[in-house]
């Protein structure tokens, strides 16, 4: 199964993006969904998860500023982030994660800059 994280771009500071995950092929039952992202020089860090039950957490410099949640309209239940209020420093690759059948499954990142 090959992840593919989409939605990214160039915006404004300010601005808002939706980042998206497709999946190649069917995963299975999903035990939890995550967004990661890494910075040039940067660790890979958390930015948001959900669990099975729709439990969420986030890091704390994106909270309130992004969603994490299920692509209930595509009827796939991937991973969607919305991303509000951008800040120059949210620039990064950014990474869907999908826990499923007890394998770690890692999408090709997805770059937003953010940028005036």
């Known amino acids: 199964v090959q992840l593919q994280a989409c939605g990214g771009g160039l915006v404004q500071p300010g601005g808002s993006l939706t980042l998206s995950c497709a999946a190649s092929?069917?995963?299975?039952?999903?035990?939890?969904m995550a967004w990661y992202r890494q910075a040039p020089g940067n660790q890979r860090e958390l930015v948001a998860g959900?669990?099975?039950?729709?439990?969420?957490?986030?890091a704390d410099s994106v909270k309130g500023r992004f969603t994490i949640s299920r692509d209930n309209d595509k009827n796939t239940l991937l991973p969607l982030l919305e991303m509000n209020s951008l800040k120059p420093e949210d620039t990064a690759v950014y990474y869907c994660n999908i826990n499923a059948n007890g394998l770690d499954y890692w999408g090709q990142g997805t770059q937003v800059t953010v940028s005036s």
């Open positions: 959900i669990s099975g039950s729709g439990r969420t957490n986030y």
């Open positions: 092929g069917n995963i299975g039952a999903i035990n939890s």
